[in-house]
T-cell receptor, first 111, second 115 residues
Framework: AQSVTQLGSHVSVSEGALVLLRCNYS??????LFWYVQYPNQGLQLLLK??????LVKGINGFEAEFKKSETSFHLTKPSAHMSDAAEYFC?????????FGSGTRLSIRP | DSGVTQTPKHLITATGQRVTLRCSPR?????VYWYQQSLDQGLQFLIQ???????AKGNILERFSAQQFPDLHSELNLSSLELGDSALYFC??????????????FGPGTRLTVL
């Protein structure tokens, strides 16, 4: 069975500060991992995905994530937070026909 | 804009009623997936259709059903609605029948409120 666990349901950072959203996965097969973002009252937008090509994955809006097999982690980072980054972020793992989502982390940005 | 469209955007109805949610996939995508997002259950996979045929089932209640039509749009039918069915229902589409490397593109969702 595959699953993802997001550590921290709410993260708050100052504008310009580093953003770090944590995700750990569990998978019996090589995982395919995703980060999605959900802005208020909107749908899910794909930020980035890992499909085993490279361990450091760059996504949209300056986000990136690093796959660490030894730590079973796929944390999402952004060097400098912007007010527009305030949203809910979901880590997810792909199973054969479905995506299994984590519980989400709400990111707040302080001016 | 993902290219996936969903109608209606909002739906308010009463317990015991039946509603139909509609989804049009991205151009060229053959698979459609339905997900439910609720406060207590989070984001959960309901069902997948590929080129008109049911391909995978998740935590979908017997009161819910779906179908995919020849033009590839899909409908999710929810009947005998209960208060607990209030949620955001997302449709997603992908190009193939659902390999793990497929990227699913999500629509804006339909917010269902059952009173």
């Amino acid at each position: 069975a595959q699953s993802v666990t997001q550590l921290g349901s709410h993260v708050s950072v100052s504008e310009g500060a580093l953003v770090l959203l944590r995700c750990n996965y569990s998978s019996s097969v090589p995982p395919y991992l995703f980060w999605y973002v959900q802005y208020p009252n909107q749908g899910l937008q794909l930020l980035l995905k890992y499909t085993s090509a490279a361990t450091l994955v760059k996504g949209i809006n300056g986000f990136e994530a690093e796959f660490k097999k030894s730590e079973t982690s796929f944390h999402l980072t952004k060097p400098s937070a912007h007010m527009s980054d305030a949203a809910e972020y979901f880590c997810a793992v792909s199973s054969a026909s479905k995506i299994i989502f984590g519980s989400g982390t709400r990111l707040s940005i302080r001016p | 804009d993902s290219g996936v469209t969903q109608t209606p955007k909002h739906l308010i109805t009463a317990t015991g009623q039946r509603v139909t949610l509609r989804c049009s996939p991205r151009s060229g995508d053959l698979s459609v997936y339905w997900y439910q997002q609720s406060l207590d259950q989070g984001l959960q996979f309901l069902i997948q259709y590929y080129n008109g045929e049911e391909r995978a089932k998740g935590n979908i209640l017997e009161r819910f059903s779906a179908q995919q039509f020849p033009d590839l749009h899909s409908e999710l039918n929810l009947s005998s609605l209960e208060l607990g069915d209030s949620a955001l229902y997302f449709c997603a589409s992908s190009a193939t029948e659902g390999s793990r490397t497929d990227t699913q593109y999500f629509g804006p969702g339909t917010r269902l409120t059952v009173l």
